[in-house]
């Protein structure tokens, strides 16, 4: 998974990089909610996560998690089980087709190495993978040095480095994923600790509806901070 290069107007200057980077990861060692898939660095476990937080509340996969795990313990447990059944343990969760994908998954991986793959290239092979369910599984369960850019990750990442960017173009989100490349850690382990941190920053903090600049760890590398004080931010 190669970020392009950063466009023409867009720079992420060494030493912002790093002051975000630290007063980042230092805000979520301190108010990182403890959440359980946070816990874990099972492929699987963190799969399951990633896939019902697609689209469905905290709190609600939080009812649900345990008990699926509790029925499917294992990524074979899906394989080996029909596909109906896998979509009566999601019921109330919404949006089937996670459901049928991963069953589908868990069918392909079966066939093949029965594990799955930590590289973010190899996982986007398999159904119902996307660019940033890859970069998840391949942070939050192998620590490797991967980008990852969802909806939260988006908007801190455009409000912080190109605040006149249009996220909905392709330009973009080649842009933003290029951004979320370059403002990595050097190593997996950090990484991990990086990602979930960007995602918590936008979740808790830089919320789509408002702004919160006057607690935000990283309000003085924040340009659009800089270009509104009073927190009115796009």
């Known amino acids: 998974m190669t970020a392009p290069r950063l466009p023409r107007g867009v720079r992420?200057?060494?030493?912002?990089?790093?002051?975000?980077?630290?007063?980042?990861?230092?805000w979520f060692r301190a108010n990182g909610r403890d959440l359980p898939w946070r816990r874990t660095r099972d492929p699987y476990r963190v799969l399951v996560?990633?896939?019902?937080?697609?689209?469905?509340?905290?709190?609600?996969?939080?009812?649900?998690?345990?008990?699926?795990l509790r029925e499917f313990p294992t990524l074979g447990t899906v394989a080996r089980s029909r596909q109906a059944r896998v979509m009566e343990a999601w019921e109330g969760l919404g949006y089937y087709a996670r459901a049928r994908n991963l069953h589908a998954l868990a069918r392909a991986?079966?066939?093949?190495?029965?594990?799955?793959?930590?590289?973010p290239g190899e996982l986007r092979r398999l159904p119902g993978i996307g660019a940033y369910t890859a970069g998840a599984v391949a942070s939050f369960a192998y620590e490797r040095r991967a980008p990852l850019v969802d909806t939260n990750v988006a908007r801190v990442l455009r409000r912080v480095f190109a605040p006149r960017l249009d996220p909905r173009s392709a330009?973009?989100?080649?842009?933003?994923?290029?951004?979320?490349?370059a403002v990595l850690p050097r190593t997996g382990r950090a990484t991990w600790v990086h990602n979930q941190a960007v995602m918590e920053l936008g979740a808790l903090i830089c919320t789509a509806r408002v702004a919160r600049c006057d607690v935000c760890p990283v309000r003085d590398v924040c340009r659009s901070a800089k270009r509104d004080r009073a927190g009115r931010v796009a």
């Open 49 to 68: 996560s990633e896939l019902m937080l697609q689209q469905t509340q905290v709190a609600r996969v939080l009812e649900r998690y345990d008990e699926f």
């Open 171 to 181: 330009r973009g989100q080649q842009t933003l994923w290029a951004i979320a490349e």
């Open 109 to 119: 991986v079966e066939r093949g190495e029965g594990a799955l793959p930590s590289d």
């Open 12 to 26: 992420v200057p060494d030493d912002v990089r790093r002051r975000f980077g630290r007063r980042l990861r230092a």
